[in-house]
């Protein structure tokens, strides 16, 4: 069976720029944001928009990487048909050859691409971090009637000549590509992602394979080729999260930015777009400006921006500012509001303990008893739930369950 789209993914790159971070370690394995490494955001990106083959092109220091991908199985990419592939350079009859850029490595691997005779080839890079809907973008190139569409971003004007710009007119058809221009005639920077038709893209590279003074690479070769044949050419606008993490600068901005999904647009904890990895099924949990926490076990996924103590988090749990949780067990996906109090009581999973709401109380030496609530139960505003309380039912707001 065909496949419409299959990725091919660059993640061969030496990353000379991280310096010791990448001595021993090919740059997309590079480790990010406590739970991730940098190859996590394309492939989970591909999953998300139902791209199910992925080719990742490896080169330099590719053990852990190689090993880190495994199966596919984390990303929902172990398939009997299509899934993920580790394709570095390989032994011919002709002799063996490096990848000599970008270009140059997909026409190695032609042969994997027509395996499955796909109608589109995306083209992504494995040393960015970005969320990125591909399905969106494949709409705006079949809409486009294109052969070759390339993602851009605004960038300030100021710093418009430190990328490759492509130039296009009202109907975002592109006109002109400028490489790190010093007078810059467009603010459109190129992402490095691209879809081709499939046998637009065979075409040219097989003819910049057999041009002797050819760099053999995207932006230097093929995209001139393609404007110098007129071909259907298209710049689809992407507005969400996208930075290239090539230097230690970059990088540790973007770690830093996760820290603030809503001023910077990354968000790990999006549930409608997760991040998937070998090693993460939540994110790293987070304590916040406000939160305090005390002799307490926070699992993944957490956010505690009011007071935890003496207690056990499970994955997912969010604290709101303003609310205290002392010598409880919440269980996964509970929401405790602000200004609630929960203490010395269980509760399990999918709770919400509403505002101002409270449950048990600490024990006395009349009553010890533990409050338990149980999955996914709602305990309303100002509702209170006693030491012994065992909760099944929704509580109402100002309600006493004893």
Request: charged content about 25%; overall charge negative.
């Amino acid at each position: 069976m065909d496949k419409e789209i299959i990725a091919m993914l660059l993640a061969g790159g030496q990353g000379s720029r991280l310096y010791a971070l990448t001595e021993k370690l090919a740059k997309p394995a590079v480790p990010f944001g406590g739970k991730y490494r940098i190859i996590d955001f394309p492939l989970s990106n591909c999953v998300n928009s139902g791209i199910d083959t992925v080719g990742v092109l490896t080169q330099y220091q590719p053990l852990v990487l190689n090993e880190y991908i495994g199966n596919g199985q984390p990303w929902d990419l172990d398939r009997l048909y299509g899934g993920v592939h580790v394709l570095p350079p390989y032994q011919k009859a002709a002799g063996s050859d490096w990848y000599k850029g970008t270009a140059n490595a997909i026409c190695q691997n032609i042969s994997f691409i027509e395996r499955y005779n796909p109608e589109y080839v995306i083209i992504l890079s494995g040393d960015q971090i970005c969320k990125q809907d591909y399905a969106d973008f494949l709409r705006f190139h079949k809409e486009k009637n294109a052969e070759f569409s390339v993602a851009v971003m605004e960038v300030p004007w100021e710093e418009a000549s430190r990328f490759g710009l492509m130039v296009a007119d009202d109907n975002d058809r592109i006109t002109e590509f400028q490489e790190k221009p010093k007078e810059p005639k467009s603010n459109l920077a190129s992402m490095g992602i691209y879809i081709f038709n499939w046998d637009i893209l065979k075409q040219y590279l097989l003819e910049d394979d057999a041009d002797p003074n050819s760099e053999n690479d995207f932006g230097n070769n093929i995209i001139p080729n393609l404007l110098r044949d007129n071909r259907r050419m298209y710049a689809y606008h992407f507005d969400g999260y996208w930075k290239d993490v090539g230097t230690i600068s970059s990088l540790w901005e973007a770690n830093m930015e996760i820290l603030e999904p809503e001023k910077s647009g990354i968000d790990l904890f999006d549930e409608n777009w997760k991040i998937y990895s070998r090693t993460a099924g939540y994110p790293g949990h987070q304590i916040f400006e406000t939160g305090r926490v005390i002799n307490s076990m926070i699992t993944d996924g957490c956010h505690v921006k009011g007071t935890v103590d003496h207690s056990i988090l499970f994955s997912g749990v969010y604290v709101e500012e303003g609310a205290e949780v002392r010598d409880a067990v919440v269980m996964g996906n509970t929401i405790i509001k602000k200004g609630a109090k929960v203490s010395h009581c269980i509760i399990a999973e999918g709770a919400v303990i509403e505002e101002d709401a409270v449950v048990g109380q600490m024990p006395t030496e009349e009553n010890k008893g533990v409050a338990t609530v149980a999955s996914k139960v709602v305990v309303g505003k100002k509702a209170k739930v006693g030491p012994n309380a065992m909760v099944r039912e929704n509580v109402k707001d100002g309600e006493e369950v004893c």
